[in-house]
């Protein structure tokens, strides 16, 4: 059986959330707002007076940094207490996470608005849990995925620029994994094998990046939002989140969702721990001609996302340290399991290595 899951809807544009109690409106009575307090001092006004304007009284819940599952209950009591018909959850993804879980535990419709476009977490109906400690405690994918996903992308314009950048990272890396899991007909999280539609969304998504990446990001530096930016911000997190979720993973989520294992690397986010996931990758796969390779590496290293173990503050990691990681990664059920060959703990130092490597020798080049 094939599969592929989407949003509801989509919709994307400068100045959009001026217009989100419109949408909303849409999708059902009494809406739950959960937002970080920052965003609520910086978006509140707009987002009451687009609420006012269609004549709806909305609820609202200070989102406090962690996607725990007492977070999630805690909006299900409000939600039932408060008759509440729609959840909208704004901002990262772990806002986004727990407001998804609050919406599939209750009932509720969900509409996600991302306010950064660091990640593929809006469209997808995936809820990665953490503890109160920030510790990992597993994922749950939910029924359904939102029914509405808003971005506004003069509000992800205006957010420092390493968040897009990162999401450029975590979206690049959806070809060459799905492209992986597809040879070997691994079943995604959508349910069933591939699709050519989740295939063709992968392979734009890398397109996309590649070709409007580094205008992007210069865009944005200057918090600028043009063609470039549109593209990339759809790149992002539509094509992204439906390309990872219905085309499946492989080595690049395998290193990134492990590297926790290696404290150095906290400081990074997900999309540049995928961009070192996708370099590892490219060094383990057996069929992809040298000079796709090299046009990844010199873009990743155009808009500085970490090709190299001294970008990852892995310089200092030994070589056992390497392996241990490695048998982490490699472990039953993982996704490096999803490459038409097999794949060992020694493969994949090997490869780490090699990535690190190839990561320095485009760079002296100083390619582009
Ligand atoms: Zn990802």
């Known amino acids: 059986m094939k599969a592929i ?23 059902g009575k009494k809406p739950l707002v959960l937002w970080e307090p920052f965003l609520k001092d910086a978006l509140g006004a707009t987002v ?7 004549g709806i009284a909305f609820r609202d819940a200070l989102f406090k940094g962690e996607t725990t599952r007492a977070a999630a209950q805690a909006l299900v009591a409000t939600i039932k207490a408060e008759g509440c018909g729609v959840m909208v959850g704004m901002g990262g993804g772990k806002a986004i996470d ?4 609050a919406a599939a535990l209750s009932g509720a419709r969900c509409v996600i608005v991302p306010t950064i476009a660091s ?17 990992y405690e597993g994922f749950d994918m939910w029924r359904f995925n939102p029914d509405l996903i808003l971005v ?37 999280t959508a349910g069933g094998t591939q699709t050519v539609t989740a295939l063709a969304m992968a392979r734009l998504c890398f397109d996309t990046i590649l070709q409007h990446g580094v205008e992007a990001k210069e865009a944005v530096v200057r918090g600028a939002v043009t063609p470039a930016v549109e593209k990339v911000v759809e790149a992002n997190i539509l094509l992204s989140g439906v390309g990872w979720e219905s085309g499946g993973l492989a080595t690049a989520h395998a290193i990134a969702n492990s590297l926790p294992a290696i404290h150095e690397t906290h400081g990074l986010m997900h999309g540049e721990k995928v961009a070192f996931g996708l370099m590892t990758q490219l060094c383990i796969e057996q069929d992809w001609p040298v000079d796709e390779v090299y046009r990844v590496v010199d873009f990743l290293n155009a808009v500085g996302l970490p090709t190299t173990f001294a970008a990852m503050k892995m310089q200092d990691v030994s070589k056992e340290r390497l392996l241990e990681f490695a048998r982490s990664v490699s472990g039953e059920g993982s996704f490096v399991h999803n490459h038409a060959f097999p794949v060992t703990p020694e493969n994949i130092v090997d490869a780490m290595v090699a990535a690190d490597s190839l990561g320095q020798r485009r760079m002296k080049r100083g390619c582009p």
């Open 48 to 54: 009451s007076a687009s609420f006012q304007e269609q």
């Open 5 to 27: 899951c989407f949003p509801g809807r989509y919709c994307q544009g400068k100045g959009l959330l001026r217009q989100i109690g419109k949408w909303v409106a849409g999708c």
């Open 152 to 188: 506004d992308t003069e509000v992800i314009a205006r957010a420092p620029v390493r968040f897009l950048v990162a999401g450029m990272g975590d979206a690049l890396a959806t070809w060459p994994e799905a492209n992986a899991a597809y040879g070997r007909r691994a079943v995604s």
């Open 119 to 135: 990640n593929d977490a809006p469209t997808s109906a995936c809820t990665v849990w953490y503890n109160d400690a920030g510790e």
């Open 98 to 101: 727990t407001a998804k879980a």
